[in-house]
T-cell receptor, first 112, second 113 residues
Framework: GDSVTQMEGPVTLSEEAFLTINCTYT??????LFWYVQYPGEGLQLLLKATKADDKGSNKGFEATYRKETTSFHLEKGSVQVSDSAVYFCALIPSNDYKLSFGAGTTVTVRA | DAGVIQSPRHEVTEMGQEVTLRCKPI?????LFWYRQTMMRGLELLIYFNNNVPIDDSGMPEDRFSAKMPNASFSTLKIQPSEPRDSAVYFC???????????FGAGTRLSVL
């Protein structure tokens, strides 16, 4: 079935460092791709999305590009802040379905 | 909009007791999802409603779990009887359609002793 694989954490960075979280997917057709973020003690919030190949989603300084050729949707941020400390989930919805499939989540800690 | 509202935020109960979790989706959304999050299994979809009708309950772990959506603004997830292995964070999410962005509530952290 359709699935998402994301890099395992935890990831610990210093403030202003560059962040990359790798995400690859397995799916037929053209799924919609998402990054969700979960801050401590809270629910998941949509960070960004892309619905077709070569789309770039962006929000709060984060970016991810839908790469059909490499079946990837890597998340990047050029300069992280302490407030970016959270768990990040890559997810997809298949083109012919409604089920949101999540990766295992990557815990990111940013130190001052 | 207030977003998806779940109650209670925390629930501590004893094994064998009935537990009811509540969810109010975003007004106008016609799709509602219940998820369970644990360290071991991550996020699991339990059940999906569309227009108040259960479409897919294949993720409901066993007969002890049941979910209802009596109207467009309210849903419940009930566990009876509860067991310690049900301890998890339960999330409700809603979307304007089955394949659109899902908006999550803050979750209910359930501890079954």
């Amino acid at each position: 079935g359709d699935s998402v694989t994301q890099m395992e954490g935890p990831v610990t960075l210093s403030e202003e460092a560059f962040l990359t979280i790798n995400c690859t997917y397995t799916a037929t057709g053209y799924p919609s791709l998402f990054w969700y973020v979960q801050y401590p003690g809270e629910g998941l919030q949509l960070l960004l999305k892309a619905t077709k190949a070569d789309d770039k989603g962006s929000n709060k300084g984060f970016e991810a590009t839908y790469r059909k050729e490499t079946t990837s949707f890597h998340l990047e941020k050029g300069s992280v802040q302490v407030s970016d400390s959270a768990v990040y989930f890559c997810a997809l919805i298949p083109s012919n379905d409604y089920k949101l499939s999540f990766g295992a989540g990557t815990t990111v800690t940013v130190r001052a | 909009d207030a977003g998806v509202i779940q109650s209670p935020r925390h629930e501590v109960t004893e094994m064998g007791q009935e537990v009811t979790l509540r969810c109010k989706p975003i007004s106008g959304h016609n799709s509602l999802f219940w998820y369970r999050q644990t360290m071991m299994r991550g996020l699991e979809l339990l059940i999906y409603f569309n227009n108040n009708v259960p479409i897919d309950d294949s993720g409901m772990p066993e007969d002890r779990f049941s979910a209802k959506m009596p109207n467009a603004s309210f849903s419940t997830l009930k566990i009876q009887p509860s067991e310690p292995r049900d301890s998890a964070v339960y999330f409700c999410a809603s979307s304007s359609s089955g394949r659109d962005i899902q908006y999550f509530g803050a979750g209910t952290r359930l501890s079954v002793l």
